[in-house]
């Protein structure tokens, strides 16, 4: 079937191996950062997000981390497992004003996760 | 899946021919949004809806019209659907603060 795939960076870990998946943002106004996995087939699922005016927020297996010295996104998996195989997306959302929540959402990186 | 709906999953259709695509939420969230995924390309937003009646463009807009006649339900319209239409649809419903929540997806295919 369709690829949503096509030409995208590829990250291949080891299960039980840490991953983790960079994102470069454009926005220096935006109020939120937030990791979005997708399964082939599926829609985006919310992972964690963080405010703009915090620089690491952790959640179950995960941690994300923001530098805005250099527009700099990270997600960290901890023990990655087969099931974390997914892409993975960064997005954007300004909060304020006239934006109504819109997101912005990066190009992706695959994750595949090896037995 | 969060209470959303969307529907056809799957369309083929042919060059010139109108399609419109639903969603159908049960979360009564006031925002609702339409996207377009393709390869390489990450979500793009067509348009979205920030009330009943009230809806505006996103960047990819051309060639697509909404309609929001109830908090439930959002349509998005194809008036004359082209190749580059085709697409993965993705429908998406949030609160006003960070999680949004998505459909499954529509796989529209223009021929």
């Known amino acids: 079937g369709e690829s949503v795939g096509l030409h995208l960076p590829t990250l291949s870990v080891q299960e039980g191996d840490n991953s983790i998946i960079n994102c470069a943002y454009s926005?220096?106004?935006?109020?939120?950062f937030i990791w979005y996995k997708q399964e082939s087939g599926k829609g985006p699922q919310f992972i964690i997000d963080?405010?703009?005016?915090?620089d690491k927020r952790q959640g179950q297996r995960v941690t994300v981390l923001l530098n805005k010295t250099v527009k700099h996104l990270s997600l960290q998996i901890a023990a990655t497992q087969p099931g974390d195989s997914a892409v993975y997306f960064c997005?954007?959302?300004?909060?304020?004003?006239?934006?109504?929540?819109?997101?912005?959402f990066g190009q992706g990186t695959i994750l595949t996760v090896h037995p | 899946d969060a209470g959303i709906t969307q529907s056809p999953r799957h369309k083929v259709t042919e060059t010139g021919t109108p399609v419109t695509l639903r969603c159908h939420q049960t979360?009564?969230?006031?925002?609702m949004y339409w996207y377009r995924q393709d390869p390489g390309h990450g979500l793009r937003l067509i348009h979205y809806?920030?009330?009943?009646?009230?809806?505006d463009k996103g960047e990819v807009s051309d060639g697509y019209s909404v309609s929001r006649s109830k908090t439930e339900d959002f349509l998005l319209t194809l008036e004359s659907a082209t190749s580059s239409q085709t697409s993965v649809y993705f429908c998406?419903?949030?609160?006003?603060?960070?999680?949004?929540?998505f459909g499954q997806g529509t796989r529209l295919t223009v021929v």
């Open positions: 997005a954007e959302k300004r909060t304020g004003g006239t934006s109504y929540g819109k997101l912005t």
């Open positions: 926005n220096s106004a935006s109020d939120y």
């Open positions: 963080i405010r703009s005016n915090m």
């Open positions: 979360e009564n969230h006031r925002y």
């Open positions: 809806s920030y009330g009943v009646k009230d809806t």
């Open positions: 998406a419903i949030g609160p006003f603060a960070t999680e949004a929540f």
